[in-house]
């Protein structure tokens, strides 16, 4: 056998390139299988009749008919029922930050070293994040009765855990070096908060709350459909009597407030922040 001949025998033998091992192809392909099943049982579980989606667009179009024109004289009412849902939405994202606050301060491990405070307040934040703002005013509702107080404490409390959690998250990255100077200086916990954590936390704390605030908007406009006020009330009346144009004044009311809450929140982050 020639030099030129071992050589070639000598070489190593290419190896194919493959992005992922048999073990991720594998669970790739299980994970696709389960999606498929999940979206097939779904489909049979929720029992779409065809004849009704054969129809839908003449549907569509025949319940745009009825919203135009729109009812000019419900403008009124709705617009009170507008200022009332911003008021149930401000007052319960203020309440909610005057919860969240220091429960966060709980929750937040280098601000407050104590495991069963920590989870105490990791529960809370769970607690409210997992009742849906509707289950909240429902409940309220029961207790109150009907009317913004039923709303306002639904949105208060819905927002704590959302709240109270960015704001502990936020707590947790702050950086160490400022904290421990002030520490070592002497400083008490209450200037360590003050003048360690604030400053560090404070874009943070600000973005969160109009955040929140931009959401409760959007919530607050749909608690009046089971009698915790807003506009939603106007929303269910309209519904309720089939008075389709009015329904739309009361849609086109919801859809500009929201476009005005964003543009709001986004001008005062940019200044602020």
Known sequence: MSAAAATVSAAPVPRRWQRFSLGKRLARLAFTLFAVAAFVTSLRTIEVIPEFLYDAPDQLADLFGRMWPMDAGYVGPTLRALVETLHIATLGTLIAIGIAVPIGLLAARNVTPSLPLNLLAKFVFVTSR??????????????????????????????????????????????????????????????????????????????????RWDINIRESAVLGLVGAGGIGVALDTALNLLYWDQVAVVLAAIFATVIAAEIVVTTVRARML
């Open 130 to 211: 997992s009742v849906n703002s509707l289950v909240w005013a429902l409940l309220f509702v029961a207790v109150f009765g009907p009317g913004p107080l039923a709303g306002t404490l639904a949105i208060a409390l819905r927002s704590v855990g959302f709240t109270g959690k960015l704001f502990a998250e936020a707590l947790e990255e702050a950086n160490r070096g400022s904290i421990e100077a002030l520490q070592a200086a002497g400083a008490g916990r209450l200037s360590t908060l003050l003048l360690g954590y604030w400053p560090q936390v404070k874009p943070a704390f600000w973005s969160i709350a109009l955040f």
